[in-house]
């Protein structure tokens, strides 16, 4: 029975051994995937409203009545690939769309000259994309979870544009652009699913995102689910 005994022991210790090299040939190489969410720039439509209503006044065009809106929600998406040196660390790279903010105006406003009032509308958009680097630390919780971490940098394209239009005056648009570099971070639970696949659900705050002089600047949550496959 000893015998017996130790060499079932011998066995398990073998399979053991075994079960954690694949276990820990999972969790390192390559993985790619892709994830959709969605994000909110951190706009204050008041400032907007408060900029409308300055750049009305001292065109000598003071606004009468008016209503404004500020969407500051929209669909993201991102595509990712990454190597993982062991369970805990993994660097990154992806290719990320944050979306359009937009704000909308419209209202009568009292023009120079004879024209009691006319019908006035304004409206801009921010939209960010660009790719991002980053190191990802991870904690495995069980064979399955894991929690995990992100900080890197953004290399951030912003497009900002702008319409005006008044009835009688016709329209201008205008767009401005700024490339720059932004740091973020993230946080994050992981799901394995058999030995290659993986869901995620992060959160991800994108800081002082544009350019201060161009476009101006502002931060940017993101929430999203992701599938990987690894390699």
Do not use: C
């Amino acid at each position: 029975m000893m015998i017996k005994r130790g060499m079932i022991a011998a066995g398990m210790g073998l399979l053991l051994s075994a079960g954690s090299s694949v276990a820990a040939e999972q969790s390192t190489g390559w993985y790619f995937g892709a994830t959709g969410g969605q994000s909110q720039a951190d706009l204050d439509k008041g400032e907007f409203d408060a900029i409308v209503e300055d750049a009305f006044f001292f065109a000598g065009t003071p606004i009468l009545s008016g209503s404004s809106d500020l969407d500051d929600k929209d669909v993201s998406w991102s595509l990712f690939g990454g190597y993982r040196f062991s369970p805990y660390l993994a660097v990154e790279a992806s290719y990320i769309d944050l979306g359009t903010a937009e704000y909308r105006a419209t209202g009568t406003v009292d023009p120079p000259g004879p024209v009691p009032s006319v019908n006035a509308s304004y409206g801009a958009d921010f939209e960010v994309s660009g790719f991002t680097a980053a190191a990802v630390a991870a904690v495995p919780v069980g064979e399955m979870f894991d929690l995990h971490g992100q900080v890197g940098v953004l290399f951030a394209d912003m497009e900002f544009s702008q319409r005006l239009a008044a009835t009688g005056a016709g329209s201008f648009s205008d767009s401005f652009s700024s490339d720059s570099r932004d740091f973020f971070f993230g946080l994050g639970a992981g799901l394995s699913i058999g030995a290659q696949w993986s869901l995620n659900l992060d959160w991800q705050r994108f800081k002082d995102v544009g350019d201060e002089d161009e476009t101006g600047e502002t931060d940017i949550d993101r929430i999203s689910l992701g599938v990987i496959y690894r390699l």
